[in-house]
C-alpha cells in the first residue's frame, strides 16, 4: 500500500523558514516525479511544485517568486519543501503527491496517490 | 500558460439527480489530459478520472469524464448523500505547471 506522510508544518513568523518533509512507502520511490500541492484554509488546490524522479531537476509555480526548494533523497523514501521567506499568504495545508507513472515522461502527470498534508501557518 | 474554468461554483442538486460540472480551458489540452479529484470534508484529494475518461480504480460508473479540445465535463448520474464534495480538473501531461480549477462544490438537498 502507498503511503506519504507529511510533517514539519508549524507556526512561523513573515519572513520565517520552515522545512517540509513526506516519508514515503509502498512503492519504489526512486522511480517517480513527486509534486507538493498546497490549500489555504477555504479555498482550492494550488499546485507548487515538483521535483524528477532522479532529483535531477525541479520546477515552481511562478507565483511563488523562487523562495521554495524542492528537494528528495531516494536513499531514504523522502521527499522535502524549504519554505523561505515566508508570507501570511503562504498559510495552508501543504500535501505531497505522487505521480500515476513512473519514468521521465510522465514527471508531470497525474497523481494517484496524496498524503494528508501538513498544517503551515505564517503568522506574527 | 492554461488556466481552467470550473462552473458552476456551487451545485445543489437531490439524491438521485444527475450533476453535470464543467471545466474549460483557456487553450486546448494536449492529448485530453485531463484529471478530475474529489475532495470530500476535512480529506484528502482523490483520483476519480483521468485522460478526461477514464475512471480510475475502484471509483463506480455513475461517475464519468468526457470532453476534448477545451471543454470537458465530470458528470454523476445518481447523486448520492456521499458525493458531497469539491471536485477539481486538473491540467497534466507534456510540461509543468499542473494547473487546478478553481473547483465546483456540490451541496445536497
Known amino acids: 500500500e502507498v503511503q506519504l506522510v507529511e510533517s514539519g508544518g508549524d507556526v512561523v513568523q513573515p519572513g520565517g523558514s520552515l522545512r517540509l518533509s513526506c516519508a514515503t512507502s509502498?512503492?519504489?520511490?526512486?522511480?517517480?516525479?513527486m509534486h507538493w500541492v498546497r490549500q489555504a484554509p477555504g479555498k482550492g488546490l494550488e499546485w507548487v511544485g515538483l521535483v524528477t524522479w532522479d532529483a535531477g531537476t525541479a520546477f515552481y509555480a511562478d507565483s511563488l517568486g523562487g523562495r521554495f526548494t524542492i528537494s528528495r533523497d531516494n536513499s531514504k523514501n523522502s521527499l522535502y519543501l524549504q519554505l523561505d521567506g515566508l508570507r501570511p499568504e503562504d498559510t495552508a495545508l501543504y500535501y505531497c503527491?505522487?505521480?500515476?507513472?513512473?519514468?521521465?515522461?510522465?514527471?508531470?502527470?497525474?497523481?494517484?496517490?496524496w498524503g494528508q498534508g501538513t498544517l503551515v501557518t505564517v503568522s506574527s | 500558460e492554461i488556466v481552467l474554468t470550473q462552473s458552476p461554483g456551487t451545485l445543489s442538486l437531490s439524491p438521485g439527480e444527475r450533476a453535470t460540472l464543467s471545466c474549460r480551458a483557456s487553450?486546448?489540452?494536449?492529448?485530453?489530459?485531463i484529471a478530475w479529484y474529489q475532495q470530500k470534508p476535512g480529506q484528502t484529494p482523490r483520483l476519480l478520472i483521468y485522460g478526461a475518461s477514464t475512471r480510475a480504480t475502484g471509483i463506480p460508473d455513475r461517475f464519468s469524464g468526457s470532453g476534448s479540445g477545451t471543454d470537458f465535463t465530470l458528470t454523476i448520474s445518481r447523486l448520492q448523500p456521499e458525493d458531497l464534495a469539491v471536485y477539481y480538473c486538473q491540467q497534466y501531461g507534456d510540461a509543468p505547471p499542473n494547473i487546478f480549477g478553481g473547483g465546483t462544490k456540490i451541496e445536497i438537498k
Open positions: 509502498g512503492f519504489n520511490f526512486d522511480d517517480y516525479a
Open positions: 503527491a505522487k505521480v500515476a507513472k513512473s519514468g521521465s515522461y510522465y514527471t508531470t502527470y497525474y497523481f494517484d496517490s
Open positions: 487553450e486546448s489540452v494536449t492529448s485530453d489530459f
